[in-house]
């Protein structure tokens, strides 16, 4: 046998190993799909709403599902192969949008893409979006929250929320799930809060 058709006898073999050999993980894609709280007795915020894209603070803003230890909270990791559908920041955008609408907590809901001049802007910063390992297993969520009436910039509400629920399993699905629990408490609480704010109950 010739050089030339050694060569190519090898590359053969090699790329017939490749295609019979064992495929890498696969990369699982969560949503986050947040439960809505019953419908509010009358529109908290009288106008056009825009719900802005939330801010993050470093990882926070990427779509790993990301997960720190209990003992040691100063380190922050990240799963290779469980990602969010988009960024966290975007889902919650998406979810709070979906959520006023749903609730009736004001007559028009919308984001900037749409160009309509709003009354009120409704901004967000995530501090935290993890999971938490060690006993007991558990996800935290941290952001900021605040509206603004924009005809005469007056701070209708601002306020941080935080929560952490338990993990029913060990698995990254049963941390998308405590996420969820956790993403609707906190949007509960800041609607009860502009309700308080807005002379509502």
Not at 119 to 145: K, N, T
Request: charged share 20%; aromatic share 6%.
């Amino acid at each position: 046998m010739t050089m030339p058709a050694r060569i190519l006898a090898l590359s053969l073999a090699l790329l017939l190993g490749a295609c019979v050999g064992g495929s890498g993980p696969v990369d699982t894609y969560y949503r986050l799909d947040v439960p809505a709280p019953a419908a509010v007795p009358a529109p908290l915020l009288p106008g056009v709403v825009e719900v802005g894209r939330f801010a993050a603070e470093g990882l926070a803003g990427e779509r790993s599902l990301l997960y720190s230890y209990r003992d040691k909270p100063d380190q922050l990791l990240r799963y290779g192969y469980h990602l969010w559908v988009e960024p966290p920041p975007v889902l919650l955008q998406n979810q709070l949008v979906r959520l006023l609408r749903d609730v009736h907590a004001a007559p028009t809901v919308v984001t900037a893409d749409l160009r309509v001049p709003p009354d009120f802007l409704i901004e967000g910063r995530l501090r935290r979006f993890e999971q938490i390992a060690g006993a007991p297993l558990s996800v935290v969520v941290d952001m900021d929250l605040g509206v603004v009436r924009l005809h005469g910039g007056d701070l209708v509400l601002l306020d941080n929320y935080r929560t952490e629920k338990l993990m029913t399993g060990d698995q990254p699905a049963d941390a998308v799930r405590a996420y969820q629990a956790a993403v609707g408490d906190i949007f509960s609480r800041f609607l009860a809060d502009l309700a308080q704010k807005q002379g509502l109950r």
